[in-house]
């Protein structure tokens, strides 16, 4: 069962010499082995390499190389095997985007942030099914088939990173790497019962992660626990060179210990929409009345303050992000047309090896923003769209920014509700949209947002609880996730 762990546990145990890196990797791949057929999470398993870093890893811990120079620490992530969104660029192992058009594509290079993690010694497992190019929130816009959900396989799992949540929730890996432009973490990691977190616009580098829409993407961790997603956090934050959005500092990203108190903020524009749970809405309210008993904690010099907010400008987000990601995304897809890189269809002319290439390799769903998008910036269109909806974003960070000036976080449900049935809601686009409606807010303000689990509901599925943080305070984001983790039972 080595492939429950968790990093803390796992690296710990390899430390020891409890176990090798290669048995902890044969244990994963036995349960992707077993168990992928019917969730359908990976759309790549490299067990053949995975087997080869793991062996390497086991030599280094055996010679103490790759420890921490200095203090001859072993790296964190040393022997550990992940997965990655198949959205995310990695060096001579296939990535689709979960679209045809990049079936047969292996990238020369591997994302900044896969390059820092793997220069840890980490050992890469395979690539996850996704909404193709990012697409989507449950995974049924993948052209590779959707990812069931491991707690129920007769529903989703989420998206657009669904295949990595259900992987992690599987214990198929330790942890993965998802891409969240409005939503793709955190959405997943509620539905399938683990920690997923979107880092604020520039903490990480997006490299090499196939560009959705610039103004949003951001990448991040899907673990196990807290812990294990700030750990990762840490490794993959900083400044890049080949991304010109990325912040120098990589202060408070994880220290924690100067919290003395903190100020909980609950807006109530989310707890009150069209289509909200009720068992949903209920287990988030006790989680946050279970806040309060904090002080009979361990920890309890440190006080916690709940108080109500108001957000007023939430209803916008949606209208507002469904305006603005079509539009960069119509802009960025331009580089799919068959020529540069993947598949290309056969055809006559030039014009016809475009079209027929898009046509064949995108699913609906991505011809769908590229219309939208290229109608929204269109002459004489752009002002009444674009240019209007990148000034209502400018209301939303300002409404986000004075709710701050009050509180330190903010705690909301990730999700109206738990994971929906498979082909519930597939057919009805505006439906599926909606679904996104408590994560884009913080996407479409370039905020720091994680997903703890809060529990299952009667039928046993799991619920996702939001905290929410000012710009570049992971810091509080973590300690807040850390408290519901451990106190707030
Ligand atoms: N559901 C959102 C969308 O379809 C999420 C996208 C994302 O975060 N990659 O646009």
Same mark, same amino acid.
Request: contains cysteine.
């Given at each position: 069962?080595?492939?429950?762990?968790?990093?803390?546990?796992?690296?710990?145990?390899?430390?020891?010499?409890?176990?090798?890196? @290669?048995?902890?990797? +044969?244990?994963?791949?036995?349960?992707?082995?077993?168990?992928?057929?019917?969730?359908?999470?990976?759309?790549?398993?490299?067990?053949?390499?995975?087997?080869?870093?793991?062996?390497?890893? *086991?030599?280094?811990?055996?010679?103490?190389? $790759?420890?921490?120079?200095?203090? %001859?620490?072993?790296?964190?992530?040393?022997?550990?095997? !992940?997965? #990655?969104?198949?959205?995310?660029?990695?060096?001579? +192992? +296939?990535?689709? %985007?979960?679209?045809?058009?990049?079936?047969?594509?292996?990238?020369?290079?591997?994302?900044?942030?896969?390059?820092?993690?793997?220069?840890? &010694?980490?050992?890469?497992?395979?690539?996850?099914?996704?909404?193709?190019?990012?697409?989507?929130?449950?995974?049924?816009?993948?052209?590779?088939?959707?990812?069931?959900?491991?707690?129920?396989?007769?529903?989703?799992?989420?998206?657009?990173?669904?295949?990595?949540?259900?992987? @992690?929730?599987?214990?198929?890996?330790?942890?993965?790497?998802? =891409?969240?432009? &409005?939503?793709?973490?955190?959405?997943?990691?509620?539905?399938?019962?683990?920690?997923?977190?979107?880092? $604020?616009?520039?903490?990480?580098?997006?490299? &090499?992660?196939?560009?959705?829409?610039? $103004?949003?993407?951001?990448?991040?961790?899907?673990?196990?626990?807290?812990?294990?997603?700030?750990?990762?956090?840490?490794?993959?934050?900083?400044?890049?060179?080949?991304?010109?959005?990325? #912040?120098?500092?990589?202060?408070?990203?994880?220290?924690?210990?100067?919290?003395?108190?903190?100020?909980?903020?609950?807006?109530?524009?989310?707890?009150?929409?069209?289509?909200?749970?009720?068992?949903?809405?209920?287990?988030?309210?006790?989680?946050?009345?279970?806040?309060?008993?904090?002080?009979?904690?361990?920890?309890?010099?440190?006080?916690?303050?709940?108080?109500?907010? $108001?957000?007023?400008?939430?209803?916008?987000?949606?209208? #507002?992000?469904?305006?603005?990601?079509?539009?960069?995304?119509?802009?960025?897809?331009?580089?799919?047309?068959?020529?540069?890189? %993947?598949?290309?269809?056969?055809?006559?002319?030039?014009? *016809?090896?475009?079209?027929?290439?898009?046509?064949?390799?995108?699913? =609906? =769903?991505?011809? +769908?923003?590229?219309?939208?998008?290229?109608?929204?910036?269109?002459?004489?269109?752009? *002002?009444?769209?674009?240019?209007?909806?990148?000034?209502?974003?400018?209301?939303?960070?300002?409404?986000?920014?004075?709710? !701050?000036?009050?509180?330190?976080?903010?705690?909301?449900?990730?999700?109206? !509700?738990?994971?929906?049935?498979?082909?519930?809601?597939?057919?009805?686009?505006?439906?599926?949209?909606?679904?996104?409606?408590?994560?884009?807010?913080?996407?479409?303000?370039?905020?720091?947002?994680?997903?703890?689990?809060?529990?299952?509901?009667?039928? &046993?599925?799991? #619920?996702?609880?939001?905290?929410? %943080?000012?710009?570049?305070?992971?810091?509080?984001?973590?300690?807040?996730?850390?408290?519901?983790?451990?106190?707030?039972?």
């Amino acid at each position: 069962m080595l492939n429950r762990l968790t990093i803390k546990q796992a690296h710990e145990g390899l430390k020891k010499k409890e176990f090798s890196s @290669v048995e902890l990797t +044969r244990a994963c791949l036995k349960r992707i082995k077993e168990r992928n057929k019917d969730i359908n999470a990976f759309i790549s398993v490299f067990e053949k390499e995975a087997l080869e870093e793991a062996n390497k890893a *086991d030599e280094m811990i055996k010679k103490k190389k $790759s420890f921490d120079g200095a203090q %001859g620490k072993q790296k964190m992530l040393l022997g550990i095997p !992940f997965c #990655v969104k198949d959205a995310i660029n990695t060096m001579d +192992r +296939r990535s689709t %985007g979960a679209a045809k058009i990049l079936d047969n594509y292996i990238p020369p290079f591997d994302a900044t942030v896969i390059k820092k993690i793997r220069e840890q &010694g980490a050992v890469l497992l395979g690539k996850n099914n996704c909404d193709a190019f990012g697409h989507g929130a449950s995974n049924e816009n993948s052209m590779y088939g959707p990812v069931k959900n491991p707690r129920d396989l007769t529903k989703v799992a989420g998206g657009s990173s669904g295949g990595t949540a259900a992987a @992690v929730a599987d214990d198929m890996c330790v942890f993965g790497i998802g =891409e969240d432009t &409005g939503g793709s973490i955190r959405q997943p990691a509620s539905f399938c019962g683990v920690v997923g977190l979107r880092p $604020s616009y520039g903490r990480n580098s997006r490299y &090499g992660i196939m560009p959705m829409a610039s $103004s949003l993407d951001t990448v991040g961790p899907i673990t196990k626990t807290v812990e294990d997603c700030a750990i990762v956090e840490e490794i993959m934050a900083g400044h890049d060179k080949l991304d010109a959005t990325t #912040v120098p500092s990589q202060k408070s990203v994880k220290s924690l210990k100067s919290i003395k108190s903190l100020r909980v903020g609950v807006p109530r524009e989310y707890f009150y929409v069209d289509g909200m749970d009720g068992e949903v809405k209920k287990m988030i309210e006790r989680k946050i009345e279970r806040l309060k008993d904090y002080k009979t904690c361990p920890e309890r010099s440190r006080r916690i303050e709940i108080v109500g907010v $108001s957000l007023p400008m939430t209803k916008y987000a949606i209208p #507002v992000y469904y305006i603005i990601v079509p539009s960069e995304d119509s802009s960025n897809l331009g580089r799919l047309d068959g020529i540069r890189y %993947g598949v290309r269809a056969e055809a006559k002319n030039l014009y *016809d090896v475009y079209a027929k290439s898009r046509a064949q390799g995108f699913p =609906e =769903e991505v011809k +769908r923003r590229i219309m939208i998008g290229t109608y929204a910036l269109s002459a004489g269109y752009y *002002d009444a769209y674009y240019r209007k909806a990148q000034k209502v974003r400018t209301l939303i960070i300002q409404d986000f920014n004075k709710a !701050f000036e009050n509180v330190d976080v903010l705690i909301t449900p990730t999700s109206p !509700f738990t994971a929906f049935g498979i082909g519930e809601k597939k057919n009805d686009v505006l439906a599926m949209y909606l679904a996104d409606i408590f994560v884009a807010p913080a996407a479409v303000a370039g905020l720091p947002a994680i997903s703890v689990p809060a529990g299952k509901t009667k039928s &046993g599925l799991p #619920v996702g609880l939001q905290i929410i %943080g000012p710009r570049l305070k992971e810091n509080l984001v973590f300690h807040t996730a850390k408290l519901i983790e451990n106190y707030a039972r």
